[in-house]
């Protein structure tokens, strides 16, 4: 049993919350690995418990207290956290992670008194336990600057989507859809408090927020991105409002190429980052009822359980993942060959020819090259046209698909996987080079 310093209590952990990103470290390892590749990696940072014993400067704890942590603790030296803004200081320990990987998941844990919060009269230490992820969603609504009278929509229902559906609606906003493409996330979305949702996965989500009968031309003035994925990032531009602001939550672990000439007429995208200074606030929202954290808990583990609970949450997580067809690789491959021939062109053009036909001539020769290419490979074209614009080919068993003008080709037994998993997206990372036939340079 470790032993608290002068300001530590020591807590008998009662509840952690599994996040994301434990699953992840549970699987794959953290985000951030360790320089020492023999450091012992701790798992969770959702936790509350009781207070066991104090060290001899504590004076708000006392034993038989039930208390929350926050797990991030600051170096309270550096500018950010002068300025307040202690959740970006880049020497915090935060739990789970760099610098120490410290985790929660175990009997008893030693925390500054500074960073432990009471849990109220009438919240259950479970509740308190998902205080962390209800700040996550709570800052994001602040810096999103939610409120009444606002059109809001939320991509990804997954629990900080939901969380900040719950921080929206505390803030008085009433307008707010949810899209995700898992129904019972859907339907919990309701429950909690949701105006509208759309299922992705059987509505083409852009058109209908974009038609008549919600926001039309205008657009949405709040967008919250919680995915964390390549294609709700780049639905986030196309559904924003002039003057109007994106709210970047989800962890995008991927470059994202965002079509800045669609929202140039002052669009605000900003990143939001766990949380500061929102504990005591989000407290008072679940004390009080305005957040339901208690609904939002699934599956209930003994501590003697906890690799089982990881090992089915890892095979629930692996079976829900939203499964995109952003195959970054051949996208990035795509637009490459593309950019050189729209280079070649831009010279030329600089160069002033006096002969167009130069110009049109080097464009067929590169077009009859490509189509010899996709031909032998034994693909027929749908359509002929004369510029370079959505050239477009299919193979005899249909497997094509085209992203923003950039079509993209994957072979048979590719296909057949994306028929059998009854979803019409892949994730880029489930397919490898050899699924890929080949892609389209022409935009």
């Not at 434990?22 to 320089?35: L, N, R, S, T, V």
């Not at 067809?325 to 060959?337: N, P, R, T």
Request: net charge negative; hydrophobic share 35%.
């Amino acid at each position: 049993m470790p032993e608290p310093k002068d300001n530590e209590i020591l807590m008998k952990v009662e509840y952690v919350g599994m996040c994301g990103s434990d699953i992840h470290g549970f699987e794959f390892g953290p985000f951030i690995p360790p320089k020492d590749p023999n450091q012992k990696i701790g798992l969770g940072h959702e936790v509350a418990g009781e207070v066991v014993k104090v060290g001899a400067k504590v004076t708000k704890f006392k034993p038989g207290d039930k208390v929350l942590i926050e797990p991030g603790v600051p170096d309270d030296s550096c500018e950010y956290c002068r300025e307040g803004r202690y959740n970006i200081c880049p020497a915090v320990d935060f739990m789970a992670t760099q610098p120490n990987y410290k985790g929660a998941l175990c009997q008893y844990m030693t925390h500054p008194e500074e960073w432990t919060y009471h849990v109220p009269e009438g919240m259950t230490t479970m509740e308190a336990a998902l205080v962390e992820p209800a700040a996550v969603g709570m800052h994001a609504a602040i810096l999103g600057e939610a409120r009444l009278g606002k059109s809001i929509v939320i991509l990804g229902a997954g629990t900080i989507g939901l969380m900040v559906l719950q921080a929206c609606l505390s803030l008085g906003a009433t307008d707010i859809t949810v899209v995700d493409v898992m129904q019972k996330r859907l339907d919990l979305a309701l429950k909690l408090g949701a105006k509208r949702v759309i299922n992705g996965k059987e509505q083409n989500t852009v058109e209908v927020l974009r038609s008549e009968e919600l926001y039309g031309d205008h657009g949405v003035e709040l967008v919250f991105e919680c995915a964390g994925a390549v294609f709700t990032a780049q639905q986030a531009v196309e559904i924003v409002s002039r003057g109007g602001k994106i709210m970047m939550v989800g962890t995008q672990s991927n470059p994202v190429p965002i079509n800045f000439l669609k929202i140039n007429r002052e669009v605000t995208i900003q990143t939001s980052f766990r949380y500061c200074n929102n504990y005591p606030q989000t407290i008072e929202a679940i004390a009080t009822g305005k957040f339901n954290v208690k609904d939002m808990v699934t599956h209930v583990y003994d501590y003697k359980d906890v690799q089982k609970a990881f090992e089915e949450a890892k095979a629930k997580y692996a079976s829900n993942e939203i499964e995109f067809v952003a195959v970054k690789a051949a996208y990035d491959k795509a637009k490459s060959s593309y950019d050189a021939v729209n280079e070649q062109y831009a010279k030329l053009y600089q160069a002033k020819l006096a002969s167009l036909e130069t110009a049109l001539a080097q464009y067929k020769d590169a077009k009859e090259a490509y189509e010899k290419y996709m031909n032998d490979n034994g693909f027929q074209e749908l359509k002929d046209v004369e510029t370079a614009q959505d050239l477009t080919f299919q193979r005899e068993d249909g497997a094509t698909h085209t992203i923003d003008g950039i079509s993209t080709y994957l072979t048979r037994e590719a296909q057949e996987r994306l028929n059998k998993s009854n979803v019409h997206q892949y994730d880029s990372n489930e397919l490898t080079a050899s699924d890929i036939v080949a892609t389209s340079p022409w935009e």
